[in-house]
């Protein structure tokens, strides 16, 4: 079965500081991969996803991912953070090879310090 | 278009209780699903479906049932509500494969 392991429960960056948030996923052909994010109290957003082609892959909100297949890893990076990105940010992968369920990593904590 | 949409937004249950969690979508999606959301656990599936007619398990299908009538609603009943169903429930869809899953904004239920 499919799983998603994200090691990070919770990181803490300062504004405008880079961002790497790490995504390892078990799966044994091309999986199909997403990052959304959820604001508290919110539902999720989808900020890039994953199907095949170049494996660096832009998003939204200036977020981009690379599929490392090598490392079974889609991490999600960002340059410059800025304080509305804090935030949790959930991995998944579409499971058995399709997008229509999707297996969820436990998600990352994301705080800004000003 | 409105999207996904899901009611109530938030419910509150006696153990032992039934109740259904409404579902909809206006995009003609063929698969919807449905996701749990606990601290901690990130989201886990519960049940889908892959058009109107056509539903399937989940990885937590334990007391909650489905049903697909129609292309626009996939509600999720609950017969017996448990503490342990306490959660935040997501709905989804999707239009086909591959293509990402549109969320819902949430019903917060609580069991007591």
């Known amino acids: 079965a499919q799983s998603v392991t994200q090691p990070d429960i919770h990181i803490t960056v300062s504004e405008g500081a880079s961002l790497e948030l790490r995504c390892n996923y078990s799966y044994g052909a091309t999986p199909y991969l997403f990052w959304y994010v959820q604001s508290p109290g919110q539902g999720l957003q989808l900020l890039l996803k994953y199907f095949s082609g170049d494996t660096l892959v832009q998003g939204i909100k200036g977020f981009e991912a690379e599929f490392k297949r090598s490392q079974s890893s889609f991490n999600l990076r960002k340059p410059s953070v800025h304080w509305s990105d804090a935030a949790e940010y959930f991995c998944?992968?579409?499971?058995?090879?399709?997008?229509?369920?999707?297996?969820f990593g436990k998600g990352t904590k994301l705080t800004v310090n000003p | 278009n409105a999207g996904v949409t899901q009611t109530p937004k938030f419910q509150v249950l006696k153990t032992g209780q039934s109740m259904t969690l409404q579902c909809a979508q206006d995009?003609?999606?063929?698969?919807m699903s449905w996701y749990r959301q606990d601290p901690g656990m990130g989201l886990r599936l519960i049940h889908y479906s892959v058009g109107a007619g056509i539903t399937d398990q989940g990885e937590v299908p334990n007391g909650y049932n489905v049903s697909r009538s129609t292309t626009e609603d996939f509600p999720l009943r609950l017969l017996s509500a448990a503490p342990s169903q306490t959660s935040v429930y997501f709905c989804a869809s999707t239009p086909n494969n591959p293509y990402e899953q549109y969320f819902g904004p949430g019903t917060r239920l609580t069991v007591t």
């Open positions: 998944a992968v579409g499971a058995q090879g399709g997008s229509e369920k999707l297996v």
């Open positions: 995009m003609n999606h063929e698969y």
